[in-house]
């Protein structure tokens, strides 16, 4: 039983040297990731002068596809391309993806077009805090919006050769888009979904092959690899969004870029640490000929431009994908499980994984609700919120930094009062703590809307709030993400756990998509990227997100009731001997959501 590395043996820690290079690789990968991440909804609202309701719904399909394509990029690395070129082949394209956001060009222009005359809206700066201002050829003027957003005030009029106030009913308003920049846009995105599918689950396999099943330091290892995780998250939130409102765009996104950069480089003068562990199954294989001078391995690459392609496309079209037809995909997975649960396998094993598609299944009013963190969350914090802290303004896409710092201290915490319960025989069982998580993020909601309601209908919320929705969602999270793919690939069949896995992550994406449906609802009108009717845009918050946040704690109350069915599914007393789940529960074991852990 392997327990700690050999006397004189070089270690990171008392762990296998290799761990040092997946800690530094993962770490800026999700310091790229999260930075550009915590400025894309801003980017797309204010530089590209997208509608609220696009920029959420090519959110929600950006982020739904990194998720799903993780599938593609683990089944390829399992089968031929072994993890090492796997992730050095998705370093390379997440590197091309973010330094390519750094090209916004001059961004779209909102033209005016009143009494025959045209005039350019647009902000003075970035960020909720940068003003709406009218440009004409001889000067420009800010403006606001009064009387319900009915008409247009201008500051100062005669700069602009403009009456002091104008019917918003009198004047008419187009985007005009630069193509070339606007196809960067979205190539950059499709490069970075394709990078984050080859890498993510692959990195967090090849720590698991650092370790035999025995050896006690697994657990230890990803926890390590977990807190690089954050860290890169903690860091980029508050650099790159800094960075991003207050220089411009292309600083907070060129930031992200260097820090793949160097994640790729650690990545590559590092790997003879990894000691063969990532290497090919069968690297004759990969030499073989699929047809004419494609050799296996470069159709793997190839695979990789056609999911850059595919991954381009949808999110060019991502408002018009009708929500029926993924609703509809979903459905038909689900039933094909129950199919080939009901009539593919017997005994303990029906059960087990009816109970396995549960857990895949109630994962999705979690996540369709927390990720509005990155969209909806995001955007109402920047427009709606007092971020002034200190005697300084914070750019909203700082406090994306509050969920990966509550996780670095609450998550030892919660670790130790289940195992403090445990020795009681309280701890709650996997089905509670899914309940927990579920309810936990709609109460999140509930009390921002609190917070909202003390600001009164024009107000601006007081910027505790937002600590306090992360703090709330980060502690449900912390009930539900690190029980998920280890329950799973604990109660599904061997045989199938790599489907199972693959069905987690196909439902996190859907998940994902939902959560764009969700910010999409909450969309306002705007000029400049900016709203014109404060109390509208704030009465709709209100609204949708009391709404589903009683959807989620009834789901909740639900998920409760029948935990006690579900516990009784899972067999967990014919479970404890069987070796191939114990295997696969150890292949699970410390592993979260892909951007957390890299499931």
């Known amino acids: 039983m392997t327990q700690s590395a050999p006397a004189g043996d070089k270690t990171f820690f008392g762990h296998p040297r ?24 801003l980017y797309l609202t204010q530089h590209f002068l997208f509608s609220d309701e696009r920029s959420a719904l090519l959110y929600g399909a950006y982020t739904a596809l990194v998720y799903v394509m993780t599938i593609i990029g683990g089944t390829l690395a399992d089968r031929y391309l072994g ?26 222009r909102e033209i005016l077009t009143y009494a025959g005359q045209e005039y350019q809206v647009t902000l003075d700066g970035r960020g909720g805090d940068a003003p709406q201002i009218i440009v004409s050829e001889s000067g420009q003027s800010r403006i606001r919006f009064v009387d319900e957003a009915s008409r247009m005030v201008i500051e100062e009029p005669a700069a602009v050769g403009l009456p002091a106030s104008i019917a918003v009913s009198d004047y008419s308003t187009r985007i005009e888009q630069e193509p070339l920049y606007v196809n960067i846009l979205y190539l950059s995105l499709a490069l970075i979904i394709a990078g984050v599918g080859y890498l993510k689950a692959n990195i967090s396999t090849i720590v698991g092959s650092l370790y035999s099943l025995e050896d006690k330091r697994r657990d230890s290892g990803f926890t390590i690899f977990y807190m690089g995780i954050n860290l890169g998250s903690f860091l980029s939130s508050i650099l790159c969004g800094y960075l991003g409102i207050v220089y ?37 294989k990969l030499r073989e000929r699929v047809f004419g001078p494609v050799t296996v391995e470069l159709a793997c690459y190839l695979v990789g431009l056609v999911i850059i392609a595919v991954s381009m496309l949808l999110v060019m079209k991502a408002h018009v994908i009708p929500d029926w ?17 009901v009539f593919g396998l017997d005994g303990d094993e029906r059960p087990r994984m009816l109970a396995a598609l549960y857990f895949i299944l109630a ?12 969209s909806s969350l995001n955007l109402f914090t920047d427009r709606l919120v007092d971020r002034t802290m200190f005697g300084w303004s914070v750019p909203a896409p700082v406090f994306q930094f509050l969920n990966a710092g ?27 703590k899914f309940a927990f998580g579920v309810f936990g993020v709609g109460l999140g909601f509930l009390a921002l809307v609190a917070g909202m309601k003390a600001g009164g209908p024009t107000g601006l919320t007081a910027v505790y709030y937002i600590f306090l929705i992360y703090w709330i969602h980060t502690m449900a999270e912390l009930m539900l993400s690190p029980v998920g793919l280890s329950t799973v690939t604990k109660l599904a069949p061997a045989r199938v756990v790599g489907l199972s896995m693959g069905a987690w992550f196909l439902y996190s994406g859907l998940s994902n998509y939902l959560a764009g449906v969700i910010a999409r609802s909450t969309g306002a009108e705007t000029i400049g990227g900016q709203l014109t009717n404060v109390a509208a845009a704030k009465a709709t918050y209100a609204e949708v997100y009391t709404n589903v946040a009683y959807v989620a704690m009834a789901i909740a109350v639900v998920m409760v009731v029948i935990s006690p069915l579900i516990k009784r599914m899972m067999r967990l007393d014919t479970l404890k001997g069987d070796p191939a789940a114990s295997v696969a529960n150890a292949e699970g074991h410390g592993m979260n959501r892909p951007e957390k852990i890299g499931g």
Not at 408 to 429: N, Q
């Open 83 to 108: 993890q090492r070129k796997a992730v050095t082949y998705g370093a390379i394209l997440l590197v091309l993806g973010h330094f390519g956001m750094a090209f916004e060009g001059a961004g779209s």
């Open 363 to 374: 994962q999705i009013p979690f996540w369709a609700l927390f990720e509005q963190a990155g």
């Open 248 to 284: 411009g765009w292309k600083y907070g996104f060129g930031l992200a870029g260097i820090g793949m950069l160097a994640g790729l480089a650690v990545f590559l003068w590092g790997q003879q640490w990894l000691e063969g562990r990532a290497e090919p199954p069968d690297p004759a």
């Open 18 to 41: 290799g761990l040092a290079i997946l800690f530094f690789t993962e770490m800026w990968e999700r310091f790229s990731y999260y930075g550009m991440r915590g400025l894309l909804i």
């Open 325 to 341: 037809f993924v609703g509809s995909l979903g459905i038909v997975i689900v039933v094909a499980f129950i199919g080939y649960a």
């Open 406 to 432: 509550y996780i670095v201290i609450f998550a030892p915490i919660v670790a130790w009062m289940w195992v403090a319960l445990a020795r009681r025989g309280r701890e709650p069982a996997a089905p509670l």
